[in-house]
Nanobody, 116 residues
Framework: QVQLVESGGGLVQAGGSLRLSCVAS????????AAWFRQAPGKEREFVGR????????SYADSVKGRFTIFRDNAKNTVYLQMNSLKPEDTAVYYC?????????WGQGTQVTVSS
């Protein structure tokens, strides 16, 4: 069973940047797909982006494409989400997830708030 701990959230002004980190323990992180999702108040959880275990295949939601970058360091069991040009509509709880044989395992989430 993989455990995930996110960090790096906070309050930032529109146009600013944040980098989220997600550290995995247990499981087989280095051979697993990792992803970021987010959930805004009153809305369903939505996909942000995904990176394959080898880092060679990455996909993003259209809403963040060109502004957000996912990358990983398998030696550190960590996946990152670099968020630039943040907008108020990016305000949400951001969740890290790692694919396992039973589906995604989830972190506890980290709050990102973008002020206008």
């Amino acid at each position: 069973q993989v455990q995930l701990v996110e960090s790096g959230g906070g309050l930032v002004q529109a146009g600013g940047s944040l980098r989220l980190s997600c550290v995995a323990s247990g499981g087989t992180f280095s051979s697993s797909t990792a992803a970021w999702f987010r959930q805004a108040p009153g809305k369903e959880r939505e996909f942000v982006g995904r990176i394959m275990w080898h880092g060679g295949s990455i996909s993003y939601a259209d809403s963040v494409k060109g502004r957000f970058t996912i990358f990983r360091d398998n030696a550190k069991n960590t996946v990152y989400l670099q968020m630039n040009s943040l907008k108020p509509e990016d305000t949400a709880v951001y969740y890290c997830a790692v694919m396992t044989a039973r589906g995604y395992s989830w972190g506890q989430g980290t709050q990102v708030t973008v002020s206008s």
